[in-house]
């Protein structure tokens, strides 16, 4: 089966860059099927069976993703949006585009507020290799060492949910799927559907690629974490100070203010071989990191928040806020 997750994730990342690029006349059921080396029965129903939809919808789901942001952020005409998508016609568009968010092209670029869009599906998730014997088993010694420095970050806005009793990712989106409008998919979807996201570099491994993070934040009362604070877990995007876009219902939007951080950071690494070591050294850099020779110490202020960035092309870095020592 890992085998298969991983020929998918392959699969599905090339069938973004086809759609990126333009170029999905490449992308059809009988060529990934041949280069599995099965039939296209056959690799229908694994596709199915690892991402969890019907080939051809997900295709389809994924090229109106990418066509609803050009609505949303250009003033190219329908026709021409539609027929670099793979549509033949402005009417044949219109009507998946109406079908799949209730509101034509024409109507949402009028009034473009946020949708759940079809994300990428990430069958062998990065996530995954701290969760199973998989990533213990091949791990390699990182190449690349920790850094840790200061950094002011600008006044921003944090786009969220939020939960107070979750550990960690996996036990977030299965506490978060017990509450209507709030599971992975839908909020993953919603989030990606908002404009001038601060993080959004639009290439990423994941979804962090999208400008989507983990962060935590520092409350009064919650699940009490290793350092001895409560925290609450929560999943967004940061935004302008200015933003002033619509806000989901289910969603937080909350003003952060200019503040201190500490980085700490490690390089690009291999999700495979290298996830779980270099969790292993970043968690260990931040446990050893001597305050004591600088001028900041944490801040554990009720409030703030801190976050998780995960892009396995880019690295693995943690934001924490920090306060001037008195």
């Not at 500490?262 to 071989?273: L, N, S």
Request: one cysteine or more; glycine letters at 8%.
């Amino acid at each position: 089966m890992m085998l298969w997750e991983k020929g998918i994730q392959l699969i599905i990342d090339e069938i973004d860059f086809c759609i990126r690029n333009k170029c999905t006349e490449e992308i059809s059921l009988g060529m990934l099927a041949k280069k599995f080396g099965c039939s296209e029965f056959h690799f229908s129903r694994k596709f199915r069976e690892v991402s969890g939809m019907n080939f051809r919808d997900y295709l389809g789901c994924r090229k109106l993703s990418f066509a609803l942001k050009e609505v949303r952020d250009s003033n190219r005409g329908f026709l021409d949006i539609a027929l670099d998508y793979g549509f033949s016609s402005h009417e044949s568009f219109t009507h998946a585009f109406k079908n799949l968010y209730g509101f034509s092209p024409k109507e949402y670029r009028k009034n473009p507020v946020p949708v759940a869009l079809r994300t990428i599906i990430k069958p062998f998730d990065c996530y995954l290799l701290n969760h199973n014997d998989f990533g213990g088993k091949f791990m390699k010694d990182s190449l690349n060492d920790v850094k840790a420095y200061f950094v002011s970050m600008p006044a921003h806005k944090f786009l969220h949910i939020k939960n107070y009793e979750s550990i960690g990712y996996w036990d977030f989106w299965q506490k978060q799927a017990a509450i209507p409008g709030q599971d992975c998919e839908t909020i993953c979807g919603l989030l990606e559907s908002i404009p001038g996201k601060l993080d959004d570099f639009g290439d990423g491994e994941n979804n962090s690629g999208s400008g989507q993070l983990m962060a935590w934040q520092n409350c009064e009362e919650g699940r009490i974490c290793s350092w001895g604070i409560p925290l609450a877990e929560c999943y967004g995007v940061r935004l302008p100070a200015d933003f002033s876009g619509e806000v989901p219902s289910q969603m937080i939007l909350e003003d952060v203010s200019e503040g201190e951080y500490i980085v700490f950071e490690h390089g690009p690494f291999d999700y495979e071989t290298e996830n779980s070591i270099v969790e292993q050294k970043i968690e260990q850099a931040m446990k050893d990191f001597d305050y004591s020779a600088t001028p900041y110490t944490l801040d554990f202020t009720p409030g703030r928040f801190f976050y998780f960035y995960h892009d396995c092309k880019r690295g693995w870095k943690y934001v924490r806020p920090v306060v001037k020592k008195l």
